[in-house]
């Protein structure tokens, strides 16, 4: 009897284990969530150690404090900062160096003690920012991945032998201190405190004489002085821009009315203190506002511009006209654009955003044609009188956008081999990027004087080219500021 009964509870065991078996396991609904990094909230002025990993593209150092990004300007790789915050958003925040505990062996002492943009750098020793402004064009292709970007040769940066005093222009803001005390000067980084500069060493030495020598002549004569929050005064700016072929300076004066107190006398005292002042201009810009020129520009004295060279090539320069700050350098940066091109003598080249034809008349002797178009009428007016003052007959400058022309030109019998671009720091217009997918010139190439917007461009350029090379010259030293060039080959249409 016992045996029937443990048979029979074996049965009923194994029964239960078998519908168990064919029950499936309901597991309860939980809802997984995502993982969030848990980042710090710093308190007000908080100081925290960061150790620095690398530099941005604006120069700054970047470091992390319990996984929130922290950027620190003048503070270098490698090195260990306390730092003190002094701006926090969600996800990032801005430091102050308190203190540098570890020490950079790329840290050099600045020759300027200025808090001013135009020399974020001066603190990193050239070689390295050299190597800096390489790396800034490699993180720019690493953010927006254009076709085969992991491939491109960069080449190493095309430095200077003296980094310092290059700078052609000075365009300084005019201001009273709260001691009535005449500045001029720029304006404290990510502020609108100015700053005197009676020097500046990435300045050329006779613009500074001139702004100098200006400044006390206000004082002499009591020369009214902008006054931004009131609205009143009359000298807002004083821009001095010197020629490396003449040795001679163009100074012009931006005012909020037409009429400069003691325009004589101011005059007078600069022909005899400066005869290196070949040329003074004034420029009209009324009313409160953040662009310097002002449409209206009127002659004073002498010379309506100054004159430069490039090479063989010979610019007359007005006073609103757009060159180059750094002739050594943009010698340098042309000479890399005539070898990328490679121009041959049976061969028509387009200069896109032409400027005053710097690049078109620098290159054309190596051509059978060049045109150049750009949206500003008084550039293509200086581009065609720097064409008969270099006698270059094989140009042609017309007013228009280039995206427009180009396919004009084309209809015309204008096919052209060759296309150059040297856009503003906000890349290639979209209709001009189409327009060059749509005829797809042999040769191409791209100046670039901003690496992110290079980069966002070669996404859709690569569609039709491949990039041969990037050679990054470096035409503003001791800034953040990076140019470069961009040599491009036409791919197959198999490709």
């Known amino acids: 009897m016992r045996r029937v009964i443990i048979n029979k ?35 007000d002025k908080q100081k925290c150690v960061v150790t620095i990993k690398r530099l941005g593209i604006n120069g700054e150092g970047i470091g992390y404090y319990k996984r929130k990004i922290i950027f620190i300007p003048n503070a270098l790789p490698g090195e260990e900062v306390l730092v003190e915050i002094v701006k926090e958003e969600k996800t990032y925040a801005i430091g102050q160096i308190v203190k540098i505990r570890k020490k950079s062996k790329d840290r050099v002492q600045p020759r300027d003690n200025y808090d001013v943009g135009g020399i974020e750098l001066a603190h990193l020793a050239y070689p390295a920012q050299l190597a800096f402004k390489k790396d800034v064009v490699s993180q720019s292709l690493a953010k927006y991945q254009p076709a085969g970007y992991q491939n491109y040769e960069l080449r190493d940066t095309l430095g200077m032998d003296d980094p310092y005093q290059y700078r052609n222009k000075a365009q300084f803001q005019v201001r009273k201190n709260p001691q009535g005390e005449i500045m001029a000067g720029l304006y404290k980084q990510n502020s609108h405190y100015l700053v005197d500069l009676p020097t500046f060493s990435t300045q050329r030495p006779l613009t500074m004489k001139v702004m100098r020598t200006v400044v006390r002549l206000l004082k002499k004569w009591n020369v009214s002085i902008y006054d931004e929050k009131r609205n009143r005064g009359t000298l807002k700016t004083i821009v001095v821009r010197e020629s490396f072929a003449t040795k001679q300076a163009q100074l012009v004066f931006v005012t909020s009315t037409p009429r400069l107190e003691h325009a004589n006398e101011l005059m007078r005292d600069i022909i005899l203190q400066l005869p290196e002042v070949i040329s003074i201009m004034q420029n009209i810009n009324p009313g409160r506002t953040s662009l310097v020129w002002g449409d209206k520009t009127q002659h004073l004295y002498g010379k309506e511009f100054i004159q ?114 040297d856009p503003p720091r906000t890349g290639l217009d979209e209709r001009l990027i189409q327009t060059i997918l749509k005829y797809r010139p042999k040769k191409f190439v791209y100046v670039s004087c901003n690496p992110s917007t290079l980069a966002k461009d070669l996404v859709k350029l690569t569609q039709a080219y491949h990039v041969d090379y990037i050679q990054s010259v470096d035409m503003f030293p001791q800034t953040a500021r990076c140019e470069a060039v961009v040599k491009f080959t036409l791919k197959d249409k198999k490709d």
């Open 9 to 43: 509870i074996r049965k009923e065991r194994s029964t239960n284990v078998k519908e168990k078996q064919k029950t499936p396991y309901k597991k309860k609904n939980f809802k997984k969530k995502p993982y969030q990094k848990q980042q710090v909230k710093f308190k």
């Open 308 to 421: 430069e060279k490039l090479g063989s090539v010979t610019f007359n320069l007005s006073a609103r006209a757009f060159f180059q700050m750094n002739p050594v350098q943009t010698k340098v940066l042309y000479d890399e654009v005539k070898k990328a091109l490679d121009l041959q003598p049976d061969e028509t080249l387009v200069d896109a955003y032409c400027g005053v034809g710097t690049i078109g008349l620098y290159v054309s002797d190596d051509a059978k044609e060049v045109r150049g178009m750009d949206i500003i009428p008084e550039a293509i007016e200086d581009a065609c009188e720097n064409a008969k003052l270099s006698q270059r007959k094989n140009v042609k400058y017309e007013t228009g956008k280039a995206e427009d022309l180009f396919p004009k030109w084309v209809k015309e019998g204008f096919v052209p081999d060759a296309l150059v671009v």
